[in-house]
């Protein structure tokens, strides 16, 4: 049994991982993928010369703006371990010092520069942080968690993010939640068709004109047919659920035969057409919540029982006012009726699956039915197109 107090007892339990025959990667793979793009904070989140931490995958992280382009190094002090943003200390442009005892980091190369009680010290020049590369795309501070020799590029961000993102014209508008979940139950709930049962009685039905089924079930002897497997040109690789356009869909819900349950009349107007993940972890809803509008949304690894939920609301709108218009668009109408009145449900019903999974033994004891399907090429292809597992820092290092 994993015992997670124990800073010696393995990520993911041995005895599990041993037991999974097709999607070994996946299972192992708790804190994420290592060498691939995951959004953290919005842009605007980190301001010039003000750092910020974010945890990502286990990975304790600050985030700070130096002559407008955005830098990311480990948050972890080299001496005693201490987190730098616990006080920050800032004595130049591109330099945190160290509260404690004043070792001295350069943010772009993540370099020990100085030690302001030990000039002489052996150490100055000679020790590191971990940096890692950020890109700014679409409102969002995309970090590289990967390894690269110096002067090594990392693969274009285009690669990590779900066909259409980073379209032009395309305005999108981020909101970040941590939930308390691993990563994987974010993701599985997002794409697992049948889930949509939970949102029977959301406001956005109604509020939006639209009606969803209480499920769709496959049609018997097309087991095949629910989900297509893609690699784009720019090395994109995702699933496509097609349970929506060949499964059945049911309106109404029965027990011994008796209508119990009917699906909520809203109106006539057609979402969620086409739903397809992504690696490292990313949805793409097509058209939501509105015809004209995609929606996608991230499970970015937190730690092993957390993850950021990151979702956009998207819309093309050219011109020069065109993120103005969306933007005031979103905060008036899909705010409340899709990032709450709808979103909100699938965070609870993540949280309720942790238990579950928690020592890893609910990737054995779970009791999948066909409508999952998608859920297992989903997690083939997580195991097979990875570019790595991500560990634990400490364990890194032995
Ligand atoms: S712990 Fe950071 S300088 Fe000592
Ligand atoms: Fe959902």
């Given at each position: 049994?994993n ?5 010696d007892a ?5 005895d599990?991982?041993?037991q999974?025959?097709?999607w070994k990667?996946y299972?192992?793979a708790?804190?994420?993928?290592r060498n691939c793009?995951?959004?953290s ?8 010369g003000?750092p ?10 600050l985030?700070?703006r130096i002559?407008?382009k ?5 948050d ?6 201490v ?8 004595y130049s ?6 509260w404690y005892?004043g070792w ?9 520069c100085d030690?302001l009680?030990?000039p002489?010290s ?11 590369q950020?890109?700014?795309a679409?409102?969002l ?15 274009a ?7 259409g ?10 909101f ?11 993701a599985e ?8 049962f939970i949102?029977?009685d959301?406001?956005?039905i109604i509020g939006n ?15 095949n047919d629910?989900?297509?497997?893609v690699?784009t040109d720019?090395g ?7 349970l929506a356009?060949h499964g059945?869909?049911?309106f109404?819900g029965k027990i011994?035969?008796e209508?119990?349950l009917?699906?909520i ?10 739903i ?10 097509d ?12 499970y ?19 011109g ?8 005031r ?8 009726m899709?990032a709450?009145g709808?979103n909100?449900d699938d ?10 999974y928690d020592d ?7 009791t999948?039915?066909e409508?999952?399907?998608c ?6 292809l997580?195991?097979?197109?990875n ?12």
């Open positions: 049994m015992d997670p107090t124990k800073v393995p990520l993911v339990d041995p599990v991982v041993a999974i025959k097709t990667g299972v192992e708790k804190l994420g993928f793009w995951y959004p904070l919005n842009s605007e989140e980190v301001e010039e003000k910020v931490p974010f945890l990502l995958a286990g990975e304790k992280l985030l700070n002559d407008g955005v830098y990311c190094m480990s972890t002090c080299l001496h005693r371990g987190p730098l943003s616990e006080k920050v200390e800032c442009k591109d330099t945190i010092t160290c005892h001295t980091y350069d943010f772009k190369d993540g370099k020990l030690i009680t030990d002489n052996k150490m100055i020049g000679n020790r590191a942080l971990q940096t890692y950020v890109e700014e679409k409102g501070l995309f970090i590289y968690l990967g390894d690269l020799d110096e002067g090594e590029q990392p693969p961000l285009e690669r990590d993010v779900p066909p993102f980073l379209e032009a014209d395309r305005r999108v508008r981020p970040r939640r941590q939930v308390n979940s691993d990563w994987r139950l974010g709930n997002g794409f697992d068709t049948t889930h949509i949102h029977k959301s406001k956005l004109e639209t009606m969803l089924p209480l499920g769709f079930a496959p049609p018997p002897g097309k087991m629910l989900w297509d497997r690699e720019a994109q690789q995702g699933v496509y659920d097609r356009d059945v869909p049911h109404e011994d035969g209508v119990v009917k699906a009349y809203g109106g006539d107007k057609r979402i969620a057409g086409e397809s993940l992504w690696m490292p972890g990313a949805l793409k809803v058209p939501f919540p509105d015809p004209e509008m995609i929606h996608f949304e991230w970015v690894p937190r730690d092993e029982k957390s993850h950021w939920y990151v979702h956009c609301a998207t819309k093309v709108v050219p020069e006012q065109g993120d103005e218009s969306f933007g668009e979103y905060d008036a109408v899909w705010k409340d899709y709450h709808f909100d965070i609870w019903a993540r949280e309720a699956t942790q238990d579950f890893d033994y609910g990737w054995l004891d779970e999948l039915f409508s999952d399907a859920i297992i090429a989903w997690r083939k997580a195991s097979e197109t570019h790595g597992i991500q560990t634990r820092v400490r364990d890194r290092k032995r």
